[in-house]
């Protein structure tokens, strides 16, 4: 799980891969490196750290000369994250320098051999044994470098995004797939490569994404041409011309991607509805479902798998699946799913859920769903993503990039997704009346202000935040379609402020965590007034009589939760279902402030990143 720039071309390499690494540190960033090639030189500077302690150490080490570069920003995998570990690495000869993204898997097997035939090791990576496995390859067999990675990469298990170049040869990138993203930028005789396309939209919107199992030689004055590694057949690229605009990976006056993106919300749920929801005319039109209407409506039941945030939105996706459309629901954490031999068969329809259509066990549950025969429909947010592509059909969200580690528009485009999706079968199965559906559709366009609404809550959010920033434990309660919320609520705040939060079903208080109850125990509550409204302020009663302190989530206008809370957080009035993507906004703003309030990098916690390329 680690980010990739490379460059080569007329510029400059330096600026354009030290963007470039800032732009991917969400993939990881305990360490970062850097090699330019100046056809004479290669120099190679690389640090524990974040891009910015590459940039201070390079300018003071490096000649910052070429235009032939690699970069690298690091989550460890093998190795712990010091200056050697980091990428990039050097073959023992020094003319072969590798980036990568992956797991080699059988590097240990790899490495015994290459050094029963002299080759040695300064750090502890799978990397460093790939470089000299293809550097092996190449003198032994006496081949150019591109023959010598595929090769090599024949021999390896694992994953990777890898792009290596040999100093012999200073017109040439190698680059090759597997698992893990790796983009092409192409631009006017330059080349960019990066593990999406952020590093290089500002310079060219026309890009390449390398399937599974392809590698490409990249070289100035060629096209670019992609080859199967495995059996060397050749094929012509499809290159797409990116959307994407530069302003929406900038954070744009906000301290954090995490507030910008949290603000970007009543945008991006339009946007992800835009076109799709026709209130006027009483439709829902998705291009993705439309020719595989008949899966879903067939389907014996829906299995969902998804990780973290995204498992979130499609336990909200259950409650409304299932009362929508009366087809059984089950939602799997993708992890156990591919692991526990599920029972699995051809009318079963999967929908994989993903921000970063990267996430290692999700693909890994997609792939087994659609060995055992189920059809498979992906929601995802990045375009042309492992996740996009792998899946049978698909809807996208359009939330723009999310950059924070922290997912929280992809957790309310998801929803509206799969809101439209199970209003769509809804309407096919004749379980709406026509006006009915008009008047959900219809609220569901209110969402964008309403969401607008609920942000102004901010200052009053942060007032409440300074109270209980401090807390050490803090429980999250919900009952309905807002007890995935309450699960959310305490994800973001544990992930982000690294306080120790739990996520519980109102009801189930009384069956434990109600033990935990005292002054010190911080309690936030959705209780907005439909659904259990009556039963929740008597779970409210019961934490009040236990002396913990209530931070309550009402409906405008609420007076009788307001009476019993310590603090109430008001939102806007709207139908039980869509309630979720309310109530999650202030406790977005809750865990951000709380965060900022504790000096955490709210963009960048502890241990994390953004997309979890590996098991
Ligand atoms: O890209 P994905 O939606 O597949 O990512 C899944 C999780 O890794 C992600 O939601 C994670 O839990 C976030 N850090 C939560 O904020």
């Given at each position: 799980?680690?980010?990739?720039?490379?460059y080569?071309?007329?510029?400059?390499?330096?600026?354009?891969?030290?963007?470039?690494?800032?732009?991917?540190?969400?993939?990881g960033?305990?360490?970062?490196?850097?090699?330019?090639?100046?056809?004479?030189?290669?120099?190679?500077c690389?640090?524990?750290?974040?891009?910015?302690?590459?940039?201070?150490?390079?300018?003071?080490?490096?000649?910052?000369?070429?235009?032939?570069?690699?970069?690298?920003?690091?989550?460890?995998?093998?190795?712990?994250?010091?200056?050697?570990?980091?990428?990039?690495?050097?073959?023992?000869?020094?003319?072969?320098?590798?980036?990568h993204?992956?797991?080699?898997e059988?590097?240990?097997?790899?490495?015994k051999?290459?050094?029963?035939?002299?080759?040695?090791?300064?750090?502890?990576?799978?990397?460093?044994?790939?470089?000299?496995?293809?550097?092996?390859?190449?003198?032994?067999?006496?081949?150019?470098l591109?023959?010598?990675?595929?090769?090599a990469?024949?021999?390896?298990?694992?994953?990777?995004a890898?792009?290596?170049?040999?100093?012999?040869?200073?017109?040439?990138?190698?680059v090759?797939?597997?698992g893990s993203?790796?983009?092409?930028?192409?631009g006017?005789?330059?080349?960019?490569?990066?593990?999406?396309?952020?590093?290089?939209?500002?310079?060219?919107?026309?890009?390449?994404y390398?399937?599974?199992?392809?590698?490409?030689?990249?070289?100035?004055?060629k096209?670019?041409?992609?080859?199967?590694?495995k059996?060397?057949?050749?094929?012509?690229?499809?290159?797409?011309?990116?959307?994407?605009?530069i302003?929406?990976?900038?954070?744009?006056?906000?301290?954090?991607?995490?507030?910008?993106?949290i603000?970007?919300?009543?945008?991006?749920?339009?946007?992800?509805?835009?076109?799709?929801?026709?209130?006027?005319?009483?439709?829902?039109?998705?291009?993705?479902?439309?020719?595989?209407?008949?899966?879903?409506?067939?389907?014996?039941?829906?299995?969902i798998?998804?990780?973290?945030?995204?498992?979130h939105?499609?336990?909200?996706?259950?409650?409304?699946?299932?009362?929508?459309?009366?087809?059984?629901?089950?939602?799997?954490?993708?992890?156990?799913?591919?692991?526990?031999?599920p029972?699995?068969?051809?009318?079963?329809?999967?929908?994989a859920?993903?921000q970063?259509?990267e996430?290692?066990?999700?693909?890994?549950?997609?792939?087994l769903?659609?060995e055992?025969?189920?059809?498979?429909f992906?929601?995802?947010?990045?375009?042309?993503?492992?996740i996009?592509?792998?899946?049978?059909?698909?809807?996208?969200?359009?939330?723009?990039?999310?950059?924070?580690?922290?997912?929280?528009?992809?957790?309310t485009?998801q929803?509206?997704?799969l809101?439209?999706?199970?209003?769509?079968?809804?309407?096919?199965?004749?379980?709406?009346t026509?006006?009915?559906?008009?008047?959900?559709?219809t609220?569901?366009?209110?969402?964008?202000?309403?969401?607008?609404?609920?942000?102004?809550?901010?200052?009053?959010?942060?007032?409440i935040?300074?109270?209980?920033?401090?807390?050490?434990?803090?429980?999250?309660?919900?009952?309905?379609?807002?007890?995935?919320?309450?699960?959310?609520?305490?994800?973001?705040?544990?992930?982000?402020?690294?306080?120790h939060?739990?996520g519980y079903?109102a009801?189930e208080?009384?069956?434990g965590?109600?033990?935990?109850?005292?002054e010190?125990?911080?309690?936030?509550?959705?209780?907005t007034?439909?659904?259990?409204?009556?039963k929740?302020?008597?779970n409210?009663?019961?934490?009040?009589?236990?002396?913990g302190?209530?931070?309550?989530?009402?409906?405008?206008?609420?007076?009788?939760?307001k009476?019993?809370?310590?603090?109430?957080?008001?939102?806007?009035?709207?139908?039980?279902?869509?309630t979720?993507?309310?109530?999650?906004?202030?406790?977005?703003?809750?865990?951000?402030?709380?965060?900022?309030?504790?000096?955490?990098?709210?963009?960048q916690?502890?241990?994390?990143?953004?997309?979890?390329?590996?098991?």
């Amino acid at each position: 799980m680690c980010g990739i720039v490379g460059y080569i071309g007329h510029r400059d390499a330096y600026p354009v891969i030290i963007k470039g690494l800032e732009r991917l540190e969400y993939r990881g960033y305990d360490s970062a490196g850097i090699a330019l090639y100046d056809g004479n030189t290669v120099n190679l500077c690389k640090t524990k750290g974040k891009v910015e302690d590459l940039k201070k150490k390079s300018k003071l080490e490096i000649s910052l000369n070429g235009n032939l570069g690699i970069g690298h920003t690091r989550w460890a995998t093998h190795g712990v994250p010091n200056d050697i570990n980091s990428h990039p690495h050097y073959s023992n000869s020094g003319d072969l320098v590798i980036i990568h993204n992956g797991i080699i898997e059988n590097y240990e097997s790899i490495k015994k051999e290459l050094i029963k035939r002299g080759y040695t090791f300064e750090s502890d990576t799978d990397t460093e044994v790939l470089v000299n496995l293809i550097e092996e390859v190449k003198s032994k067999e006496n081949v150019m470098l591109g023959q010598a990675v595929q090769i090599a990469l024949n021999e390896v298990v694992g994953a990777y995004a890898i792009a290596v170049f040999d100093k012999n040869k200073p017109d040439e990138i190698v680059v090759a797939k597997l698992g893990s993203p790796l983009a092409i930028g192409i631009g006017e005789n330059e080349f960019f490569i990066a593990s999406d396309a952020s590093p290089f939209i500002e310079f060219t919107n026309n890009a390449v994404y390398l399937e599974d199992e392809e590698m490409a030689i990249v070289r100035l004055g060629k096209e670019i041409k992609l080859r199967k590694i495995k059996n060397d057949a050749v094929a012509y690229p499809n290159i797409l011309e990116l959307q994407m605009n530069i302003e929406e990976i900038e954070k744009g006056g906000f301290d954090h991607f995490m507030l910008k993106e949290i603000y970007e919300q009543p945008r991006a749920i339009l946007d992800t509805y835009r076109g799709r929801l026709l209130a006027e005319q009483g439709i829902v039109k998705m291009a993705g479902i439309d020719q595989h209407l008949d899966k879903f409506l067939n389907a014996n039941r829906i299995i969902i798998v998804a990780c973290g945030t995204s498992w979130h939105a499609g336990l909200v996706a259950e409650y409304i699946f299932e009362n929508l459309t009366r087809i059984p629901v089950e939602v799997e954490y993708a992890s156990e799913f591919r692991y526990r031999n599920p029972v699995i068969n051809k009318d079963d329809v999967v929908i994989a859920i993903s921000q970063s259509g990267e996430t290692a066990d999700t693909l890994a549950a997609i792939k087994l769903a659609k060995e055992n025969g189920a059809f498979v429909f992906g929601v995802c947010n990045v375009v042309g993503s492992s996740i996009a592509r792998e899946t049978h059909a698909g809807a996208y969200t359009h939330a723009g990039p999310e950059i924070g580690v922290a997912s929280t528009k992809a957790f309310t485009t998801q929803i509206t997704v799969l809101t439209l999706l199970a209003l769509n079968l809804a309407k096919e199965k004749e379980l709406f009346t026509d006006v009915q559906f008009r008047e959900y559709l219809t609220e569901l366009e209110t969402i964008p202000a309403k969401v607008e609404k609920a942000l102004e809550s901010n200052s009053l959010i942060e007032i409440i935040s300074d109270v209980y920033k401090d807390s050490t434990n803090c429980l999250y309660l919900g009952r309905g379609y807002n007890f995935p919320v309450a699960l959310e609520g305490a994800l973001k705040l544990k992930e982000i402020s690294y306080i120790h939060a739990e996520g519980y079903p109102a009801a189930e208080m009384k069956h434990g965590p109600i033990a935990l109850i005292d002054e010190q125990m911080p309690v936030f509550v959705i209780a907005t007034n439909k659904g259990h409204y009556e039963k929740v302020v008597s779970n409210i009663q019961e934490i009040k009589s236990r002396k913990g302190k209530i931070i309550a989530i009402v409906t405008e206008g609420d007076e009788q939760v307001k009476e019993l809370a310590d603090h109430c957080i008001e939102i806007p009035e709207t139908f039980e279902s869509l309630t979720p993507l309310l109530t999650t906004i202030p406790l977005q703003l809750l865990s951000y402030h709380i965060a900022v309030m504790r000096n955490c990098n709210v963009d960048q916690p502890r241990n994390l990143a953004k997309s979890v390329t590996v098991e």
